[in-house]
Structures are given as structure tokens and as C-alpha cells.
């Protein structure tokens, strides 16, 4: 057998693999909804009805074994960053079941994170051994923690950070198999991907089953890990191509976060004052609204690709993210001004 055909054959069997992936999540997810841990409707839930939730599980319950194996096909050993992905992961997921289950207050949720932050910013960068090598720990642990609560925030409409979340991680595969990078980005990309298009019709555009903060904390965590790993994928500008692939979810989460600390209100309380939600509370489709989240999330891989092709500068591509940002803003502060008794 000739080098090309061995290329071929395992490739082939990589996406047999993920075909796999996408069938056993959508097993788990049937199963999960009989676990009946319901998300019961509050004054602050764009859902009318309980609907059961942890659907993250499914997620997981793929993700986890699938990535080793995707290596396993492809002879790459597991390093360090492998690992500490997969445990904090793993450690993030029982820990936001558990709260999915009982509640539990915002700030040990924050603890959470900030451990499997940890963990994961260890792995993928050595330790700190001065004062000068902290600093670019420190940034992965915020920047982690940051896509975790971002992709929470927005868990709030039927498919959407599932689906920014599946998009963001066929983007960041496509962009790493250009210049060859190990499959230790493109692969786990894809497998998370497959693992939630196994979910995704049990959650858009009707929702049988949510996510939940076990699938949309882990989800983040993985983004976050991705994008810290793309650094080492000889990209050109590689720090910048995970915020831009994902600068519609990020946008809304800061200024959402700008706008209360302003107004004096609590960073850590839940409320309904994303931009997607006042737009859905000022009579927006939902679907609508989830569609136009996945086309910002093509939209900044769209322009994460130009950057890392040399296309756009880094300066150019951010330009061009803000403005379809402020154009949106724009958009959902006027419906809001036309809607009798909606403010912010």
C-alpha cells in the first residue's frame, strides 16, 4: 500500500469516526431527556414550558474518548496540553452537572472555571519560571475563563451557542489542515464539532433538550483551549483568529458587561440584557435571531481566514468585525425604542 492510499484510508476512517461521534451524541441526548432534570421557565427564560436540560452530557460523553481516538488513528502521542485539556474538561463537565442539578452560587462557578483554566493554560504553556513568563499564563487563564461565561451568557436561544460553538470549530479546522497542523487542534475541532451535531436536533429549532452549563462551560473551555493552541499551527497572526472567529459572541457578552458596571448593577446576577435577548424580547423571531449568530460566527472565520492568509491585517480584519457589531447594536437599540415598555 502506497503512502497516498494509507493517507486516504485513514482519513477515511477518521470520518467514519466522526459520523460515529455524531450518532452516539444523538443516542446520549435521546437518553439524556429521560433523565427529566428540567430547565423550568423564570422570569428572565425566552422558553415557556419545562424543558429538560444537561444535553451537554451527550457532548461530552463523545467528546472525551473521541479525541483520543482521533489521535490514536493519526499516531499522535498525547502531551501534556492533551491531558490537561481532557481532565479539566472532564472536571468542569460533572462540576456544571452538579450545578445543573442543584444550583449552586455564582461565585463557585467562577472557582470552577478559573481551576480548569488553570489546568489548561499549564498544559499548553510551560511553567512560569519569572516575572515576564507569568504574564502570558495569566492572559490564557482569563482569556479561558472568558470564553467560558461567554458561551454561558449566550446559552439562551434554542441552538445558538451550540451552533456558534460547532461553526467556531469547523472554522478553526479548516484553518489549521492549510498549513498541516497536528491533528491534536484540527482533530479535537472536529470531534467536538460531530458531538454537537449529534445534539443539535434535539435543541433547534424546538427544543427537546438544552445544553446546559455542562455543554456550553466546556464548550467555552474548549474554544478558548483551541484558539491558545493555534498559536503553535504557524499561522500568521494566530493569537487573533479565535476572537475574531468568535467577536459576535464576545462583543455582545462586553458590552453587556460595560453597560451594567456603568449603570452600577451586579456583573454576577442574571438578567436578560444581551443584545440577543432584547432583541428576541422586542419581538425578534428566535430562529431568526440564532441564524444571525451563526452567520457572525461564519462571518468572523470568514475574516479570521483573510487575516491568517495575509489577506487582511489584524488591524483591518478587527475593523471590519467591530462594524458589523455596531451595526447589529444599532439595530437592537432601535427596535428597543419602538417597543412600548421595553428598556434596558
Not at 458590552?255 to 440584557?273: D, F, G, I, V, Y
Not at 431568526?288 to 487575516?307: D, E, F, M, S
Not at 447589529?328 to 428598556?343: D, E, I, Q, S
Amino acid at each position: 500500500m502506497t503512502i497516498t492510499h494509507s493517507a486516504y484510508a485513514t482519513a477515511a476512517v477518521f470520518g467514519l469516526l466522526l459520523v460515529a461521534c455524531a450518532l452516539l451524541a444523538a443516542i446520549v441526548s435521546h437518553r439524556v431527556i429521560s433523565l427529566r432534570v428540567m430547565d423550568c421557565p423564570t422570569s428572565r427564560s425566552a422558553h415557556a414550558q419545562p424543558v429538560p436540560k444537561g444535553g451537554g452530557l451527550a457532548i461530552l460523553a463523545v467528546f472525551l474518548p473521541g479525541v483520543p481516538l482521533a489521535d490514536l488513528l493519526f499516531h499522535h502521542m498525547p502531551d501534556r496540553a492533551d491531558m490537561t485539556l481532557l481532565f479539566a474538561t472532564a472536571g468542569l463537565g460533572l462540576f456544571s452537572w452538579r450545578d445543573d442539578i442543584h444550583p449552586m452560587p455564582a461565585a463557585w462557578k467562577l472557582l470552577a472555571q478559573l481551576a480548569a483554566a488553570i489546568l489548561v493554560a499549564w498544559g499548553c504553556n510551560a511553567s512560569p519560571s519569572n516575572v515576564a513568563a507569568w504574564m502570558p499564563f495569566v492572559v490564557a487563564v482569563l482569556w479561558l475563563v472568558c470564553l467560558c461565561n461567554a458561551m454561558n451568557f449566550v446559552d439562551g436561544l434554542n441552538g445558538l451557542a451550540s451552533g456558534c460553538t460547532l461553526l467556531a470549530c469547523l472554522v478553526t479546522a479548516g484553518l489549521c489542515l492549510m498549513p498541516q497542523a497536528g491533528v491534536e487542534i484540527w482533530g479535537t475541532a472536529l470531534v467536538l464539532a460531530a458531538a454537537i451535531a449529534g445534539f443539535l436536533p434535539f435543541n433547534f429549532p424546538h427544543a427537546r433538550l438544552f445544553m446546559g452549563d455542562v455543554g456550553s462551560q466546556c464548550c467555552g473551555l474548549v474554544l478558548g483551549a483551541l484558539g491558545l493552541r493555534m498559536g503553535g499551527a504557524h499561522l500568521p497572526h494566530a493569537e487573533m483568529l479565535m476572537p475574531l472567529i468568535v467577536s459576535g459572541v464576545l462583543a455582545d457578552v462586553f458590552a453587556t458587561l460595560l453597560r451594567r458596571a456603568w449603570s452600577r448593577r451586579p456583573l454576577m446576577q442574571a438578567h436578560r440584557e444581551h443584545f440577543y435577548q432584547m432583541a428576541h424580547r422586542s419581538g425578534m423571531n428566535a430562529t431568526r435571531l440564532t441564524l444571525l449568530a451563526w452567520g457572525g460566527t461564519l462571518y468572523g472565520g470568514i475574516i479570521a481566514g483573510a487575516v491568517a492568509g495575509g489577506i487582511a491585517t489584524p488591524f483591518a480584519g478587527a475593523t471590519l468585525a467591530g462594524i458589523a457589531q455596531l451595526l447589529w447594536a444599532a439595530v437592537v437599540m432601535r427596535r428597543v425604542r419602538h417597543r412600548p415598555g421595553l428598556t434596558w
